[in-house]
């Protein structure tokens, strides 16, 4: 036991400085434990600047007692390593629990001891906490927004059974395995589509739009039958001349109320609102946006120049402006340029300049997994014979979306964490619901709890949606 | 158009505007044009901006660089903070400082100073103005020592390559930094004092500070805001650039025996910020974009002065959209120039 060098540690006396260091930074972390917990201020004899670094101190002295290395116990060691190596990482480790056990106590007391959640008015809310009773009794707005109550089960229905066919591809057999991708494209969209147009609006939404809707389902599902030789004369007068006639004979004006199923009542879109009015947007925009920014991404490649430089003047400019003034520009310059009788609402032009603006960083994502290929990919696809198309959809694009799966997933959740953005046009999704609540007169004062709340909501789609990426990623991960 | 009774032209700048804005950093009232007011939202947003860049930029740096560190907690608290902060909105997140986190600062009269001078009140950060005599004679030695450090700075490069001498150039900028303006403030007649704000009373239960430099709430919360939320993807830039210098790198740079300090400096960072600089570019694009979110919480940005109660007054859609896309446009390309010449600057340059 003789010759202790107290500023250099070793392994000798490993005994003597374990004790002595591990005491001191237990009393260090107890100070602040009793400070924070129990509000005992153990050293409060000394001058306040001292008792307030006083643990810091102790507890950094003590952590260089026991930075013995190699002391021959695992868990000493790997305490040193991954807490302790330098002087410099242990006052930042404690610095960081003292934070931890400092912030312990009000964030519990807020959230959990002294809130209140029973009751249904504002005199429920005694504590200093928070008040859960005001997300409990707006739960319902924040949620559905202004849809009248009595109608809410519409969008429960819509939304499980999207839910439901969603999940489709889960339970799908191998044979029905190639058709999947058609589904999820082309037949789950126009599904949801459908829902939302009959069900969840139950009147005219979008009625100028619908005759032309209604062709080009008509006459892409015919299209499929006809002989590859006729398909782009088709595709180029077919849905048209449905949907002039449609328009012109088979359903006059008279019968424009098509939206209507019976017994339901009309709901505009300027009640929507909530998490279901996220949702909606969300899902709209990320179904439109990927196929436009595809066609760009192609576009920008293309060898011809007119369409090159229309798909880079298009991918600049959404790229360069704010969000928020393309939202502007769709609700008060678009309408100018419309004809007079056109009518289109509010929420079909926000989701369409979303998607606009979406589409253009798509664009650019998948234009990074496009020039990743190798040329060569490019040679073997040609040599096979094949044309643009066909070397696009069976080589290049497979490999390219692969390759840009975290890019995308990144674009698809800036746009879901767009979407409260559409509040300054005046469509109340769960944040401007939240503006809304917080200014109503009877519950005044707890912006915190509501935004609290949408925080957490936000968080754990967002987390949600980057770990199934992650998934994703890992799952098409190919060697290379 | 013209069937609505829209009349199409750029006239209306010109005209007097006649509404106030809030804050302000060239001197506006309600009798200047239209146009002095797109200029006053034009320079709020480039002061959001910039601010938030320089400590959006510093938070990443750190947060990055901690993300990589050895030590367990520290590790843990970064990844913590990349994740939480950068799956909630941006505009909830603007919302909480404002509407909730600064609503809960004490009112004026009650509020005590931070050493003395400093007051953070439910109106704002009140911070004490400098008072400058001769500013341009400290502008000057300022000039003069950047210049002077660009000098020796080529001077020194010039010394390494043809004859291998190192000459501390860190040391002497830092000197000439000081030492000049210092020297301004003896002989050259320049002189620095402070107005501190002090309270005064406006109504009966209405205080205000008075003197001194007010930072309105909706600065401080958007700042706040922007710079938390970019600072996530900065970091994630800069630890996806320091991981992606190979390993080899740094084992050969100890193998000749340099510092970890001097590793870091000489051979991880000149290579690393060739994969970092093109990500942050776009953090930094998306944060002068998203700074137009000043509009939900009334900081009297381009958007809400000029897109927002201009086009309310006048009534021309089309021409004052599409001035503050063109705006908003320059704003990002010329960013984009700037850090363009950077990356170019910094690239490799193979012969």
Redesign the interface.
Not at chain 2, 69 to 74: A, D, Q
């Given at each position: 036991m003789n010759n202790i060098n107290f500023l250099k540690p070793d392994k000798s006396n490993l005994n003597l400085f374990l004790i002595l260091g591990l005491s001191l930074v237990f009393i260090s972390i107890f100070d602040v434990f009793l400070s924070s917990f129990f509000k005992i201020n153990a050293t409060g004899f000394l001058p306040t600047s001292i008792s307030f670094l006083l643990p810091l101190i102790i507890g950094f002295i003590g952590l260089h007692f026991i930075r013995i290395e190699y002391s021959g116990i695992r868990r000493l060691d790997e305490i040193n390593k991954n807490f302790n190596n330098n002087n410099f990482n242990a006052v930042l480790s404690l610095l960081i629990i003292f934070i931890i056990i400092k912030s312990i106590p009000p964030v519990l007391s807020w959230t959990v001891i002294d809130a209140n959640i029973s009751g249904n008015s504002k005199e429920a809310c005694t504590g200093d906490g928070a008040c859960w009773t005001y997300i409990k009794v707006w739960l319902r707005r924040f949620i559905y927004g202004l849809y009248p109550n009595e109608e809410q089960w519409r969008i429960n229905l819509s939304f499980i059974s999207l839910l439901a066919l969603g999940s489709v591809g889960y339970f799908a057999t191998e044979k029905f395995k190639k058709y999947l991708t058609l589904y999820y494209v082309v037949i789950y969209p126009i599904i949801a589509f459908l829902f939302i147009f009959f069900f969840i609006s139950g009147g005219p939404v979008f009625f100028d739009f619908s005759y032309g809707i209604i062709a080009s389902v008509v006459a892409i599902i015919i299209g499929f039958f006809v002989p590859n030789k006729f398909k782009l004369y088709y595709f180029c007068f077919v849905p048209l001349a449905v949907y002039l006639s449609l328009n012109l004979f088979i359903l006059p004006e008279e019968y424009v109320e098509l939206g209507k199923l019976e017994g339901l009542n009309w709901v505009e879109t300027g009640a929507w609102g909530g998490l279901a009015l996220t949702f909606i947007v969300s899902f709209f925009c990320l179904i439109f946006c990927f196929p436009v920014g595809m066609a760009l991404a192609l576009g920008r490649r293309s060898e011809l120049p007119f369409i090159k430089y229309t798909s880079v003047v298009f991918i600049e400019f959404w790229r360069g402006v704010p969000l928020i003034t393309v939202l502007f520009m769709s609700s008060v310059m678009f309408p100018m340029f419309l004809p007079e009788d056109f009518f289109l609402d509010k929420l079909v032009r926000v989701i369409i300049a979303i998607s606009l603006f979406e589409a253009a960083y798509v664009a650019e994502v998948i234009r990074g997994g496009l020039q990743a290929l190798p040329r060569g990919q490019y040679d073997a696809a040609k040599s096979l014979g094949m044309g643009y198309w066909k070397m696009h959809i069976f080589v290049i694009l497979p490999q390219a979306l692969k390759l840009v799966i975290p890019g995308i997933a990144n674009t698809f959740l800036a746009l879901v964490k767009d979407t409260p953005l559409i509040l300054v046009v005046g469509l109340l999704e769960i944040a401007g619901m939240l503006q809304m609540a917080k200014t109503n007169p009877k519950w005044l004062g707890y912006s915190m709890e509501g935004y609290v709340f949408a925080a957490v909501v936000f968080w754990i789609i967002c987390y949600a949606m980057s770990k199934y990426s992650y998934n994703l990623e890992e799952k098409y991960k190919t060697e290379r | 158009?013209e069937?609505?009774g829209?009349d199409f032209g750029y006239g209306f700048l010109s005209q007097e505007s006649s509404f106030d804005v809030q804050f302000s950093l060239i001197e506006y009232d309600g009798s200047h044009s239209y146009f002095r007011a797109y200029l006053v939202g034009l320079l709020n947003t480039i002061l959001v901006s910039v601010i938030g860049i320089i400590l959006a930029t510093i938070i990443g740096v750190i947060v990055g660089i901690a993300r990589l560190?050895?030590?367990?907690?520290?590790k843990n608290?970064a990844a913590f903070y990349v994740?939480?902060f950068?799956?909630?909105?941006?505009?909830?997140?603007i919302?909480?400082w404002y509407?909730?986190a600064l609503?809960?600062l004490p009112l004026p009269q009650d509020t005590e100073s931070i050493m003395g001078v400093f007051y953070l009140t439910i109106k704002g950060l009140f911070i004490p103005a400098f008072i400058w005599e001769n500013f341009n004679i400290f502008l000057y030695s300022i000039i003069a020592a950047v210049v002077s450090i660009v000098v020796i700075k080529n001077y020194a490069k010039r010394k390494r390559e043809n004859e291998g001498k190192q000459i501390p150039v860190f040391l002497i900028s830092i000197g000439l930094l000081f030492i000049l303006p210092l020297l301004s403030f003896l002989i050259g007649g320049v002189s620095l004092s402070f107005e501190i704000p002090v309270l005064k009373k406006l109504a009966k239960t209405s205080y205000i500070y008075e003197g001194g430099v007010g930072i309105p709430p909706e600065l401080i919360a958007l700042t706040l805001a922007l710079s938390l939320y970019t600072a996530t993807f900065i970091a994630e830039c800069v630890r996806a650039g320091i991981q992606g210098v190979g390993k080899g790198q740094k084992e050969a740079a100890a193998s000749i025996g340099l510092n970890p300090n001097q590793i870091l400096k000489l051979v991880v960072m000149p290579q690393a910020l060739r994969i970092i600089i093109p990500p942050t570019t776009n953090q930094y694009?998306n944060l002068t974009?998203?700074s137009?979110?000043a509009?939900?919480i009334a900081y009297p940005d381009l958007?809400l002065v000029f897109?927002g109660t201009a086009?309310m007054q006048t009534g021309k859609?089309?021409e004052i959209?599409?001035i503050?896309?063109l705006t908003?446009?320059s704003l990002?390309?010329s960013i984009s120039v700037l850090m363009n010449w950077y990356n170019k600057k910094i690239a490799i340059k193979e012969k």
């Open positions: - | 158009m069937n609505r829209i560190s050895s030590n367990y907690l520290i608290t994740e939480f950068r799956n909630i909105p941006l505009l909830l997140q919302f909480f509407f909730a609503r809960a694009l974009k998203n137009s979110l509009a939900a958007v897109a086009l859609a089309i959209v599409s503050t896309m908003y446009l990002s390309l």
